[in-house]
C-alpha cells in the first residue's frame, strides 16, 4: 500500500518540477480563481470524508472520485498555466494526491474479498 502512496508524490513532485520549469521566464506572477479552486476542492473532500455520517455511504463512493478527479484537472492547469503562481496549486495538487490514495486503497480493499 505503500507503494501506491510513493508513486502519487513521485508523480507529484514530478510535475510541481516541470511546471516550475516551464514558468520560469515569466516575471509578472498572479493568483486567479483556478489556483483557489485547486486548493478549496481537495479541502471540501476531506471535509466531505471525514465529516460524513456512515448512512450516507452512497455520496463518498460517488462524490469523491469525481471530486478528485476535478480538482486534479484544476491543479494541473493551474501549474502548466504560465503566469499563475506555483504555491497554491502545488498544496492543492499534493492534497488531491493524497485523496487519489486514499480512493485507490479503499478501491482495493472494497474489491478484494480477502482481509489484508
Known sequence: MAIVVII?????ILLVGLALYR????????ITWLSYLSLG???????????TPTSATGVLLVGLPIGTFVSLICSIVALFKKDEKKLIPSV?????????????MFGIFLFTPLAP
Do not use: A, W
Request: avoid cysteine.
Open 41 to 51: 476542492v481537495p479541502i471540501l473532500l476531506f471535509m466531505i470524508m471525514y465529516l
Open 92 to 104: 492543492g495538487l499534493f492534497l488531491t494526491l493524497i485523496l487519489t490514495s486514499v480512493i485507490t
Open 8 to 12: 502519487n508524490f513521485t508523480i507529484g
Open 23 to 30: 514558468g520560469r521566464e515569466v516575471e509578472q506572477k498572479q
